[in-house]
């Protein structure tokens, strides 16, 4: 059995302006025990230690969301209904999101099916009928014309080179649809050379969040991208050319 996930209600609260209800904590604690116990079969993360798991996983995935936490929304942020995690692993941030946004439809894609294939019976293990999943590249997947232009909100975790992940976001963004990427450090050197990329795929970077992390004081930011212009087709690349050859 995996140890107690903490609650850290109050730092939730301090940090993010949120902080989830009882049934959602339920949740939190199950999800946590779902994948320490599947973790034996399936590798979905080498994080396992309670606390590590509740900063690195859920609080991180659910500090992208901070702007729509705030109590007086920043007027660029959109309304979502439909979101996609693009490269969720074990469950990350979509999981989260599925739990804090239960009205937001969330689509978990992610090329491995072993962890797809866990993540489906792992939502409908907590009843979040509001998950949908895909087992695919997303490369392929923003060239679907059931994906592409679909979304109002892409999300994209540790998943290399921010204008990797923006070739792989903005494709299946709604015109006025929104990227939210994770990064660690962010430089000014990084941002300049992002500019160019965003200028290809028809995005703007609207806002840089920085972070601390709660417990260890690890450097965070989330860069919001909007999709400003549609997209040209010959976005995203071939299957592996975003990622050898960034933008």
């Known amino acids: ?60 995935s659910l500090s992208g969301l901070a702007p729509w936490f705030e109590p007086e929304k920043p007027e660029w942020l959109p309304t979502v209904k439909r979101m996609i995690d693009i490269g969720t692993g ?9 739990i804090a946004r239960p009205t937001w439809d969330i689509t978990l894609l992610d090329s491995t099916r ?17 998950t949908s999943f895909v087992a695919d590249r997303a490369e392929s997947v923003g060239r679907d014309p059931a994906h592409r232009a679909q979304y109002d909100l892409a999300m994209v975790r540790a998943v290399g080179p921010a204008s990797t992940c923006a070739e792989y976001a903005l494709p299946l963004l709604k015109k006025s649809g929104f990227a939210v990427l994770f990064r660690g450090q962010w430089t000014d050197e990084e941002e300049e050379l992002f500019m160019g990329a965003l200028d290809t795929l028809g995005g703007e970077l609207v806002a840089i969040c920085p972070w601390e992390t709660p417990l260890s004081q690890g ?22 050319m975003p990622a050898k050859h960034p933008l």
């Open 90 to 98: 074990g469950g990350f941030p979509g999981v989260p999101v599925a």
């Open 219 to 240: 450097k965070r930011h989330c860069l919001y991208v909007k999709k400003i212009e549609k997209t040209d087709k010959e976005f995203p690349r071939q299957i592996g």
């Open 1 to 60: 059995m995996a140890q107690q996930l903490p609650v850290n209600g109050e730092i939730w609260h301090q940090t993010l302006q949120w902080q989830p209800s009882e049934s959602q904590q339920a949740l939190f604690a199950r999800v946590y025990q779902g994948i320490v116990e599947a973790n034996r079969q399936v590798n979905l993360t080498r994080i396992t230690e309670p606390a590590e798991f509740w900063e690195k996983h859920l609080w991180d």
């Open 114 to 130: 072993k962890k797809i294939a866990f993540l489906e019976t792992l939502c409908q293990q907590l009843d979040l009928s509001n």
